[in-house]
């Protein structure tokens, strides 16, 4: 039993997965883990995707890697991806969304290449995290939340430490 629970931040790259998870594990205490950072320094790759600029993850690895640590519970677990990781780990599922033309600004301002940020802001429009996230994980634990301006990030924040501080109450041993 976990007497701190495991939440999934996702999202589509650029949508404000780090600077949640970043906020939430300062105000929190859970620890943020950056699947991205993970997967680069445990090497659970099969080397580097140069069209896509990006990891070509070995899932399994990926989990037998982080699985004792996230057993214990306490993780912000912070990637563009969230089916992965198996429901039993898995207490709450955060999917941020952003306008699309946010969403442009945001990548062209971390100088994507073309096809990069053109198939990011399809998979913005087109859901496809979120379907993800719901097709993976039971529909209670699945939140959509709007993290276009700081405001909605703020309210997006205090919202999760609510949610922590109740899922705290509820499973005290
Ligand atoms: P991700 O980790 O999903 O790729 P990020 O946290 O690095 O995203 O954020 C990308 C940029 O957008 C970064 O400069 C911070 C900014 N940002 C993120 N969420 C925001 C929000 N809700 N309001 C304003 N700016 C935001």
Redesign the pocket.
Known sequence: MRTQPNII?T????????????TLAQNTGLKHM?INDVVKSRECHDGWDKEFGCWIVDEDKLLDVIEDEVKQGGYII?W?ACEVFPKSWIDLVVV?R?DST?LYD?LK??NYAENKLQENLDSEIMEVLLQEARDAYDEEIVVEL????????EN?IERIESWITNWKKNNAA
């Open positions: 931040v999202g589509t790259p650029g949508v404000g997965k780090t600077t949640h998870c970043e950056a912070d563009h941020l952003v946010v945001r301002a971390r709007r993290s276009d301006t700081a405001e909605e990030m997006n």
